[in-house]
């Protein structure tokens, strides 16, 4: 495929392409674009043309999508996400913010720590927007390696060999447990081989706290008993309180759902329970960047007395 022959298409055509995608219509797809069934049509034919590849099967009831309309999907909804942020960008110029600083950080950070420290910096640098996602730690440091933002928080762990780190805070995982389980009856730090013989609530793949909790089970040569995976800690806190298995948690992020939801936590006997988050730059940012410098000083002082420098 010539990459120039996919040049003069406007965003008109792609939004058609992806409206067809999501209403399997072609002419609810020309309603939604503001073009005629027949100009659309003539539009979409053509664009397939200059892919080389059709997109859509057509029959009687519509239109599904062919392997090469999946990978559209995915590529133009990215590029008309990017478009959105180019407008927004532009619009917050307008209105005196500066600079956007993406920021991806994991779910122990967000849910830990990062709420009021976001709220001070917004505060102290109205200038500066940071434009956050949640990831997984091994999802925040992909997007670092990859240039897909330029700040992200994580547990230590994975290789950062070729990042620029440094440390963040420290948290500690906790035993998550219904109050009448046989386990919460003591409140002595609990050696995590122990509980292997549970059933578990876990977060989705490439948690900080799955990987060590699937390296225990590897370790004790016992199989783990991972019953359910949810993404967020109140969702797997919901679950344990419905008697479905036991988690392990950040001690930070359980303390407002263990009374409202009748669980308790407990510590681990393991030293790993005690970790350490770190922050770093993405592959590409400039280490003499002064915004991204200023945010680096104020996320890594505690006090959120701090005046972030610009």
Known sequence: MNLSHLIRFDLVTIRLA???????????????????VAAASRRLREFEEALGSPLFERHARGLTLTPAGRVFVRHGLALMQSMAQ????????????????????????????????????????????????????????AALREGRCDVGIFVE????????????RQDELVLVLPRKHPLARSRKPLPIAEALDQDW???NAGAASMQQLQQSALTAGKPLKLRMQVRSFDAVCHLV????????????ATVPLLQAM????????????????????GIGVRADDPAIQGLLAFLCVPSQNTKAKV
Not at 118 to 130: D, G, I, N, T
Not at 267 to 277: D, T
């Open 18 to 36: 992806l409206a067809c995608a999501q209403s399997g219509s072609l002419s609810q797809a020309a309603r939604e674009v503001h073009l005629a």
């Open 157 to 168: 762990g994975p290789d950062i060999g070729d990042l620029r780190c440094q440390a963040f």
């Open 262 to 281: 009748q669980l308790v936590s407990r510590p681990l006997a393991e030293p790993w329970a005690r970790r350490r988050l770190m922050v770093a730059t």
């Open 86 to 141: 180019l407008g927004d960008e532009i619009s917050d110029l307008q209105q005196g913010v500066a600079r956007h600083i993406r920021l991806c950080a994991n779910t122990a950070a967000l849910n830990q720590f990062l709420p009021p420290l976001l709220a001070a910096y917004a505060e102290q640098v109205p200038q500066v927007r940071l434009d956050l996602e949640e990831q997984v730690s091994e999802g925040v440091v």
């Open 201 to 203: 609530i876990g977060l």
């Open 241 to 252: 309180a419905s008697g479905l298995g036991i988690a392990l948690l950040p001690k930070a």
